[in-house]
């Protein structure tokens, strides 16, 4: 079994694309926690992520050149079409995505620039291909990205409740489509209830990843989601 090295929140915050991957293979022992952790993501979203090890077709291709090197491994975002199925794809993916990374794996969320056809993975009656993650064994460092303010990520007013800014802080760390952060989420402080907005390409799986996040941070208790 392998045990975390960190929590979900260490895991937020060590989170950084991977790009470049060396060729040292996933870890059978490794690959059994994926795929634990993504039955885990199926069963909570109603979706059909699948691991894919050793084939380097997919990120082989011009689309990829110049942003990707080495990859070999990678998630196939696969759930119901529709906005719906892209923002539960974000939400329970990146729970696989940061388990990956309490594992010690680099990951990057990819949208476009992959070859879907060179992928060995079964799509259902009325799923489709939301996206991919490429994983693997980092090489070189870490490179840090801007991130907004949390007060660009809302439109409630500071001060805020300790949960909600603990929430926006950690979907202030999550990735989105072009680093644009284009999610937000309001606050109704009378029912203590949060809802998202989301706008650009991608967008559904941006507000599902900055909803894992925020998750994440808030914690449990005193707040729900609203409409």
Not at 108 to 133: E, S
Not at 156 to 163: E, G, S, V
Not at 198 to 215: M, N, T
Request: proline residues 7%; aromatic residues 6%; glycine residues 12%.
């Amino acid at each position: 079994m392998n045990t975390p090295a960190m929590d979900l929140n260490q895991a937020i915050r060590a989170r950084h694309a991977v790009r470049r991957h060396t060729d040292q293979p996933i870890d059978a022992a490794t690959a059994q926690a994926l795929r634990e952790a993504i039955d885990q993501a199926n069963a909570a979203g109603g979706l059909a992520l699948q691991l894919v090890l050793d084939e380097p077709k997919a990120f082989a291709g011009l689309r990829a050149m110049g942003q990707f090197r080495g990859v070999r491994n990678y998630l196939a975002m696969v759930g119901p079409a529709g906005e719906a199925g892209a923002e539960a794809c974000g939400r329970h993916g990146e729970r696989v995505v940061l388990r990956a990374v309490q594992l010690g794996l680099g990951t990057c969320w990819v949208g476009l620039t992959y070859n879907k056809r060179a992928m060995p993975i079964l799509i259902g009656p009325g799923q489709v291909l939301h996206a991919a993650v490429a994983l693997g064994h980092a090489e070189g460092p870490a490179h840090s990205h801007k991130v907004k303010p949390i007060e660009a990520l809302t439109s409630a007013t500071p001060p805020f409740p300790d949960w909600f800014r603990r929430g926006l802080e950690a979907a202030q760390l999550g990735p989105s489509a072009m680093n644009q952060q284009r999610f937000r989420f309001d606050l109704d402080p009378e029912t203590n209830s949060v809802s998202g907005r989301v706008g650009g390409p991608y967008g559904h799986i941006d507000l599902g990843i900055a909803k894992c996040h925020f998750e994440i941070g808030a914690g449990t208790e005193g707040w729900r989601w609203g409409p």
